[in-house]
Nanobody
Framework: QVQLVESGGGLVQPGGSLRLSCAAS????????IGWFRQAPGKEREGISC????????YYKHSVKGRFTISRDNATNTVYLQMNSLKPEDTAVYYC????????????????WGQGTQVTVSS
């Protein structure tokens, strides 16, 4: 079973930036993708960006495309989410998830989850 630990959340002003990290351990070939999800109060969890751990193919939800960048460091089993031009509507708990297929992961959810990290965008 893969373990996922997120870090890097916090409070940032609109227009600011944050970088989230997801450290994975116990990774197996059953998990071919890692992604970032978020859940705002009163809303369902949504997949916002996912990446293939083999070839780096990526998926972005339309609302974050051009502002967020997902990347991976296979040497340290860490996936990053660079978030720029943050907006108040980006406020949510951000989760790291693992599963198979980077598009499938973002659209349907994963098999393993981290504990989440809070991101608040407010002036």
């Amino acid at each position: 079973q893969v373990q996922l630990v997120e870090s890097g959340g916090g409070l940032v002003q609109p227009g600011g930036s944050l970088r989230l990290s997801c450290a994975a351990s116990g990774f197996t070939l059953d998990y071919s993708a890692i992604g970032w999800f978020r859940q705002a109060p009163g809303k369902e969890r949504e997949g916002i960006s996912c990446i293939s751990t083999s070839d780096g193919s990526t998926y972005y939800k339309h609302s974050v495309k051009g502002r967020f960048t997902i990347s991976r460091d296979n040497a340290t089993n860490t996936v990053y989410l660079q978030m720029n031009s943050l907006k108040p509507e980006d406020t949510a708990v951000y989760y790291c998830g693992a599963g198979s297929g980077w598009v499938r992961l973002c659209l349907l959810g994963g098999d393993s989850w981290g504990q989440g990290t809070q991101v608040t965008v407010s002036s």
